[in-house]
């Protein structure tokens, strides 16, 4: 009984832990990368939300897919989500890294939820700050629940 009641703190704990601490690796594939600009500056200033850019892939547990996946990214997309660490999360940000955006149909685009396993869709081109917001929310609330 003791045991299991030590195990559930120490769960909630990691939990707690991982939600605010989503560290994201630089990787801007396209032009949303200036919208994660703008939600990391001091407007929306996302370290408040636990969210801070890290330098090292081996220590980033949060991709944020910055619109456009062309074939030869996808492969580098891969490389980077393979490196991190358990749990990982996968933000798709942006009509391109959905759909393809205005690239539509085109020969050399790929949809992120074929590269990598994705958990938050932000929609429109560009997304707003606000909905890059919203992404995180639901990310930190599938951590909150013990969701892969």
Request: contains cysteine; aromatic residues 10%; hydrophobic residues 45%.
């Amino acid at each position: 009984m003791m045991r299991a009641l030590v195990s559930q703190a120490v769960s909630r704990a990691a939990r707690w832990g991982a939600k605010w601490s989503l560290w994201p690796p630089h990787l801007v594939t396209a032009c949303c990368g200036v919208e994660i600009g703008h939600f990391f500056g001091s407007a929306y200033d996302a370290e408040r939300f636990g969210m801070l850019p890290m330098g090292s892939l081996r220590q980033s547990n949060i991709i944020i897919i910055e619109g456009t996946i062309t074939l030869k990214m996808a492969k580098f997309v891969k490389y980077v989500y393979e490196q991190m660490p358990e749990p990982k999360y996968v933000i798709a940000m942006g009509a391109c890294s959905m759909k393809g955006g205005v690239f539509y149909g085109s020969y050399h685009m790929v949809p992120a939820a074929k590269v990598v396993p994705v958990h938050a869709y932000v929609s429109g081109c560009p997304p707003t700050p606000e909905a890059v917001l919203k992404a995180v929310a639901k990310v930190q609330d599938r951590i909150d629940h013990a969701e892969g």
